[in-house]
């Protein structure tokens, strides 16, 4: 059974740095893709970063480019998502799906309606 559990999300002020991560169980990186999206009150669900083994390139929105780093430890089966510099605009319950298959990055973040699988979300909350 896939599941998947994010984790580490908190308080933080602007400016400051939160390590989220998320537990993969049930399948392997080499056969999925992984996205971290979220989700702010009132608005849609959006891919924050992506990446693929299938695709050599990450990505990342526009929004948190050079601030956010995706990585993941396959030994531990687990994906994090390193957030610097926070700003308030990045509050919001974040997300880590799956999706099965071969998929550019781009195109996995792009459509979070496709992802198959997904963990329950950790808040974000960043003060100003």
């Known amino acids: 059974e896939v599941q998947l559990q994010a984790s580490g999300g908190g308080l933080v002020q602007a400016g400051g740095s939160l390590r989220l991560s998320c537990a993969a169980s049930?399948?392997?990186?080499?056969?999925?893709?992984i996205g971290w999206f979220r989700q702010a009150p009132g608005k849609e669900r959006e891919g924050v970063s992506c990446?693929?083994?299938?695709?050599?390139?990450?990505y990342y929105a526009d929004s948190v480019k050079g601030r956010f780093t995706i990585s993941s430890d396959n030994a531990k089966n687990t994906v994090y998502l390193q957030m610097n510099s926070l700003k308030p605009e990045d509050t919001a319950v974040y997300y880590c799906?799956?999706?099965?298959?071969?998929?550019?990055?781009?195109?996995?973040?792009?459509?979070?309606?496709?992802?198959?699988?997904w963990g329950k979300g950790t808040l974000v909350t960043v003060s100003s």
């Open positions: 799906a799956a999706l099965y298959g071969i998929y550019y990055s781009d195109y996995i973040c792009d459509t979070p309606s496709g992802m198959d699988y």
């Open positions: 990446f693929s083994s299938s695709d050599p390139s990450t």
């Open positions: 049930g399948f392997t990186f080499d056969d999925y893709a």
